[in-house]
T-cell receptor, first 117, second 115 residues
Framework: DAGVIQSPRHEVTEMGQEVTLRCKPI?????LFWYRQTMMRGLELLIY????????DSGMPEDRFSAKMPNASFSTLKIQPSEPRDSAVYFC???????????????FGPGTRLTVT | AQSVTQLGSHVSVSEGALVLLRCNYS??????LFWYVQYPNQGLQLLLK??????LVKGINGFEAEFKKSETSFHLTKPSAHMSDAAEYFC?????????????FGQGTTLQVKP
């Protein structure tokens, strides 16, 4: 069974450009999470969807970041315009949660390494 | 408020030696605690989790962790390190309600295994 799929695996872009990161969760999972990992700040939760509905986006850094989940099998994280400080590894994770919340195992994708020059 | 502290950003052990990675949490309610492992250039993988059942939790790859409420600790151990255990390990706690709270990760501990 395929795990969480993220694309692209690597993205290099120039400051000011729009960046779109994609995620396909594990089939049957109903919760999806976007995380950002940097040396300085570690792993940070950006946004959390449950049954395709955004539940908590308080971790989204600013209005330049947006995330959507149009259906149960696809989500995007968009940065527009991108800045050098957005350089990080972005992880998508999914879980099956009978209720909302984080007590259920999350399965992580391989991540997208974003470099903004 | 719940948070988690991992003591030691780098731990080095010899192959075959005991592995001990430390994690302390602060929580005002019974916590849900997790250990995840991250191999180079990969996402995180769950090693084990504590959800208020048995205090000694066994995970994959021979790892286990003991929940000690009196010490607010959830240290990860493995009796005998293997070269393949070299990775970064993250302790995490659910912050807030288990149904609506967030998963807060520690800063991570890099485990080096020497031959």
């Amino acid at each position: 069974d395929a795990g969480v799929i993220q694309s692209p695996r690597h993205e290099v872009t120039e400051m000011g450009q729009e960046v779109t990161l994609r995620c396909k969760p594990i089939s049957g999972h109903n919760s999806l999470f976007w995380y950002r990992q940097t040396m300085m700040r570690g792993l940070e939760l950006l946004i959390y969807f449950n049954n395709n509905v955004p539940i908590d986006d308080s971790g989204m850094p600013e209005d330049r970041f947006s995330a959507k989940m149009p259906n149960a099998s696809f989500s995007t994280l968009k940065i527009q315009p991108s800045e050098p400080r957005d350089s990080a590894v972005y992880f998508c994770a999914s879980s099956y949660s009978p209720g909302q919340g984080f007590k259920y195992e999350q399965y992580f994708g391989p991540g997208t390494r974003l470099t903004v020059t | 408020a719940q948070s988690v502290t991992q003591l030691g950003s780098h731990v080095s052990v010899s192959e075959g030696a005991l592995v001990l990675l430390r994690c302390n949490y602060s929580s005002s309610v019974p916590p849900y605690l997790f250990w995840y492992v991250q191999y180079p250039n990969q996402g995180l993988q769950l090693l084990l989790k504590y959800t208020s059942a048995a205090t000694l939790v066994k995970g994959i790859n021979g790892f286990e962790a003991e929940f000690k409420k009196s010490e607010t600790s959830f240290h990860l151990t493995k009796p005998s390190a293997h070269m393949s255990d070299a990775a970064e390990y993250f302790c995490a706690v659910v912050k807030g309600s288990s149904n609506t709270g967030k998963l807060i990760f520690g800063q991570g501990t890099t485990l080096q295994v020497k031959p």
